[in-house]
């Protein structure tokens, strides 16, 4: 199973901003949408940073509540980690465990097509899990 699968399931949707909104306007995205991360993007439409819900509450603890008045390009990740449609989950569950982060946008052709968070991945493989006991059952009661 790779990245296609996830995104197949979930659609190619990701919500962004570019990187001179707000802090405050970033919050507002993650409470409506219920989501971890917003995907910072210039206006070509490349990937250039990612703020989640970490970083807003480091901001807030380390600079106090006025950094929500202040550009997210302060406060957001600008090394990004990508990773691609082809990628299996075992390539992305590594880099998410390595690097201490649960999201990875998804870029082909240097374009933004989608993201995969660890909830996908477990969601994924628990599918998985239950295909192949449902496989293992009906082989042992019919074979
Ligand atoms: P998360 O666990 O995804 O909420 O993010 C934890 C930290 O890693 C935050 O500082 C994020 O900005 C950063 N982060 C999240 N996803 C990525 C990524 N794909 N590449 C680089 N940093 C990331």
């Known amino acids: 199973m790779n990245v296609s ?3 197949q ?3 190619s949707d ?10 405050n306007e970033i919050v507002q995205l993650l409470n409506e949408h219920k989501i971890g991360s917003v995907v910072i993007v210039e206006n070509s439409g ?3 940073g990612i703020v989640s819900e970490r970083d807003v509450v480091n901001a807030i603890a380390t600079r106090s509540g006025s950094v929500l008045d202040e550009p997210v390009s302060d406060c957001m990740t600008k090394n ?9 989950l075992e390539k992305l569950m590594a880099e998410m465990t390595e690097h201490r982060f649960r999201h990875l ?3 082909e052709e ?16 628990i599918a998985e ?13 019919t074979g």
């Open 14 to 23: 990701v919500v962004t901003r570019t990187p001179d909104v707000t802090l």
């Open 80 to 88: 990004v980690f990508t990773c691609k449609r082809e990628d299996t």
């Open 110 to 125: 240097g374009q933004l097509v989608g993201l995969v968070s660890i909830g996908d991945v477990v969601k994924q493989r």
């Open 9 to 11: 399931n979930k659609g």
């Open 129 to 141: 899990a239950e295909m192949e006991a449902a496989a293992m059952r009906d082989y042992i009661t």
């Open 105 to 107: 946008p998804v870029v």
């Open 5 to 7: 699968t996830i995104l």
């Open 46 to 48: 490349t990937v250039c």
